[in-house]
């Protein structure tokens, strides 16, 4: 391999001569060989977005060059296109303020600028540090690049997934809505509602945690830029943090601000862990609609199959024509790993040791996998599992008729006691509910008829 020799504060170091990275980044690669989590590239793409507003603004306020604004931000304008990737091989588990992550960008971005500005024939050289990361520190700016990336992430990849399954729900809502089946509760039988309903439940789940995580989301508006290296804006203009929060606004069309406190934007990640309460809800609501899928399609002959789901693949190695509920699996794994996530962030959360966080690459990774996680599990649940979830109305209607939780409905007639002794009657007898009550003496059989009406039970 072909090497170029790179300079930092510390010394000399060989860097690949292929890579457009520089001396901090090598160092980083080479001292923190931990795990194969690599720094998401989504919080990459954010820091792009950064650096080019913070171009902008330094310009604006004559303290960077038009060639050297205008050559970084076509550097990150690559960076955006995904077209470097392969440029930020830094793993989560460094510097706990991510400045090595903050340098890697600042790296990149300087050697593409300098390409682009010898390309013209111009002799003006860009510097990491003194122009791409002119005003701001990793304190600062790994903050803000968390916020970005997790709005973007949010709103491009987590609300489209949650919309789509919505959809297919309400749909599914209206086309059962009139199939009357047996309720449950405690796994036990209970009185009579429809599919519809029951599915009802489900879309309104989804509606109210996306509703709950879209107001959480304000919040992560808020951007740390401008503090500096502890929050007191340190070789920055004051008026830096509000103009890169504008830029930053026409770039992204997403309503940035500068936040009203550094020293908290700085050591506290309040607002990512709201945010993954939210997510934390969704996983939650995620896991009982898988589960109720699961059990209503178990068997199909020995569980409960009111429903039946595709058959994907095969279920089992060894028993022939097994059908697995596959998608609800994937779906409640990932649910349990939103769980642990959650866990994860709030701890690290909690570290905000004087006027610095030191956990912010894991708070950020895990943030971003649990979205990406939500996102494509529930388009995965949609499309290979809940837009073919069908009715058994034979298994339905007969569970229907079995029931003694229709006797529910005779308790304005003949009381609570009376009622439960003609269901434990049916029970230990082992005849219908029907011939108890008849046999109790208590009910006649027109009376049966014109009070025992599961349409009537379900207020439809």
Not at 325 to 330: I, L, Y
Not at 439 to 449: A, H, I
Request: hydrophobic share 40%; net charge negative; glycine share 8%.
């Amino acid at each position: 391999m072909e090497y170029r020799i790179e300079k930092d504060t510390i010394g000399e170091i060989k860097v690949p001569a292929d890579k457009e990275w520089g001396a901090q980044t090598q160092r980083s690669k080479q001292n923190f060989k931990i795990g194969i989590e690599k720094m998401p590239i989504e919080v990459t793409y954010a820091f792009a977005q950064l650096k080019k507003a913070a171009a902008h603004v330094n310009n604006g306020l004559g303290k960077l060059s038009e060639e050297k604004r205008e050559a970084i931000s076509s550097a990150c304008d690559e960076i955006l296109s995904g077209k470097l990737d392969e440029q930020f091989p830094l793993v989560v588990w460094q510097t706990g303020s991510g400045t090595q992550s903050n340098m890697n960008v600042n790296e990149v971005v300087a050697r593409r600028a300098n390409q682009k500005l010898q390309e013209k024939g111009l002799d003006q050289a860009v510097h990491p540090n003194d122009d791409v990361n002119m005003s701001q520190s990793s304190n600062d700016t790994f903050p803000t690049a968390m916020h970005i990336a997790a709005y973007h992430e949010m709103k491009e990849k987590l609300f489209p997934a949650l919309k789509q399954l919505r959809e297919t729900l309400a749909n599914k809502e209206k086309e059962f809505m009139n199939i009357i089946k047996i309720g449950r509760t405690h796994l036990q039988d209970a009185t009579p509602v429809t599919l519809g309903q029951e599915i009802s439940g489900w879309r309104a789940m989804l509606d109210k945690s996306g509703k709950m995580i879209e107001e959480s989301m304000d919040h992560l508006l808020d951007l740390a830029i401008g503090g500096t290296a502890v929050g007191t804006g340190i070789n920055a203009d004051p008026s830096f943090g509000e103009k890169v929060a504008v830029q930053l606004k026409d770039q992204t069309g997403y309503s940035f601000r500068s936040s009203d406190n550094k020293f908290h934007a700085l050591t506290s990640h309040d607002e990512i862990v709201h945010v993954h309460g939210g997510l934390k809800a969704l996983a939650a609501d995620l896991m009982k609609i898988a589960n109720d899928v699961r059990w209503l399609a178990s068997g199909p002959r020995s569980g409960i199959g009111e429903l039946s789901i595709p058959a994907n693949e095969p279920g089992s190695s060894i028993m022939p024509g097994k059908v697995n509920p596959t998608q609800s699996e994937a779906l409640t794994m990932v649910a349990v790993q939103v769980f642990g996530n959650d866990a994860a962030i709030g701890f690290a959360a909690s570290q905000g040791n004087f006027e610095l966080n030191v956990f912010k690459p894991v708070i950020i990774y895990n943030f971003l996998q649990s979205v990406r996680l939500l996102a494509d599990s529930m388009k995965s649940f949609d499309e290979n599992c809940a837009r073919g979830i069908e009715a058994n109305e034979e298994v339905i209607k007969e569970f229907v008729d079995k029931s003694l939780m229709l006797v529910t409905a005779l308790n304005p007639y003949i009381g609570y006691e009376n009622a439960a002794s003609i269901a434990k009657s049916a029970f230990n007898k082992g005849i219908t509910l029907k011939e108890a009550a008849i046999e109790s003496g208590l009910v006649t059989e027109e009376q049966y008829n014109e009070w025992i009406d599961p349409k009537k039970m379900v207020n439809l």
